[in-house]
């Protein structure tokens, strides 16, 4: 019979690629860690793993055999989930991760819902990277997240993790002027291409979020369509930074629609043909838990206020921008 924990470690190393980071991500020893795919294999019959170069790496056995446990592991959610459906109400902890621009954008107003409608709930929330979302969902350190993904920069796709869409949102550029030499805000940007729009800023300076993140790779990206190779002086992931040092002239950036609520008074917005999509990420088959359910539907109302927000924000942003034309 085969240990379902021991596929859990099986399938991990095959996500990670190294005993070693097996072992950090589930707090074992890398030598426990071995002695159990050792266990794993002699149950098996047959090699799961084989040795190249100094790393591990799985056997077309082993593959087949991670297949496989997807399937249980999802099965085992889903099993976690129908029993959760029937206690009586919905309570203990939930573990929630979130991008950083979620943070004041949503998940306030995500988990003052979820406090009026189930008070017995207990949610904890860590800042995370949409990158990091599908490691800390397997190992248990998350329940449920926020993630995003941009054009230019699709999700990876993971058979581990569900996902249901939140929000789409169009992207900003940020600069500080003047107002005509960008164009002017609106629902399609008068149709201009990326780089048209972006092409006026090549030989500026430019802000981006850190390197290794989604945000990182959607601007780079979104210059080189463009036709430049952006000359990046900051890297930060809050957005009211960006706006800010782009209102004063440190260079263009990225902005999502969601955080033009934060755009100070001297913020050039112009709206590019780029979306943002934000979504609630879990472990497949947990969708149906009472808690991640009650997550979601919380999550649509504070999204639906927040746009909302938003909407006055850019609009407010824009008058500058009105004035001078």
């Not at 107002?179 to 300076?205: I, M």
Request: charged share 20%; aromatic share 4%.
């Amino acid at each position: 019979m085969l240990d379902v924990r021991r596929l859990h470690l099986l399938r991990e190393l095959d996500r990670r690629g190294t005993i070693a980071a097996v072992a950090e991500a589930l707090t074992f020893t890398a030598s426990a860690v071995s002695q159990q795919l050792s266990v794993l294999e002699r149950e098996a019959g047959v090699p799961l793993l084989e040795r190249s170069g100094r790393r591990v790496v799985l056997t077309p056995a082993g593959r087949t055999l991670v297949a496989h446990a997807d399937a249980v592991l999802e099965r085992l959610e889903l099993a976690v989930s129908e029993l959760a459906g029937v206690r009586e109400g919905i309570g203990g902890p939930l573990r929630i991760g979130t991008f950083p621009s979620g943070g004041p954008a949503i998940v306030p107003a995500t988990l003052a819902a979820l406090a009026q409608r189930h008070p017995a709930l207990e949610p904890m929330v860590r800042e995370i990277d949409s990158a990091r979302v599908s490691d800390g969902l397997r190992a248990g350190e998350l329940d449920v997240a926020l993630v995003h993904d941009y054009d230019f920069v699709p999700a990876t796709p993971d058979t581990t993790v569900d996902q249901v869409p939140l929000l789409e949102e169009p992207m900003y550029l940020a600069t500080a002027g003047p107002a005509d030499s960008a164009s002017p805000p609106g629902p399609a940007a008068r149709g201009e291409t990326l780089a048209e729009l972006l092409g006026p800023w090549a030989g500026s300076a430019w802000i981006t979020a850190r390197d290794g993140t989604t945000g990182h790779a959607m601007a780079v990206r979104a210059c080189q369509a463009a036709g430049f190779q952006p000359r990046i002086r900051h890297q930060v992931n809050d957005f009211r930074t960006v706006l800010a040092l782009a209102a004063i002239g440190q260079g263009a950036g990225f902005v999502p629609e969601m955080a033009t609520v934060h755009a100070p008074q001297d913020v050039v917005l112009t709206r590019l043909p780029l979306f943002r999509r934000s979504k609630v990420a879990f472990r497949a088959g947990g969708g149906t838990h009472p808690a991640i359910a009650a997550f979601v539907d919380a999550a649509r109302t504070a999204v639906g206020a927040a746009e909302d927000a938003s909407r006055r924000g850019r609009a407010q942003a824009e008058q500058p921008m009105r004035s001078r034309q």
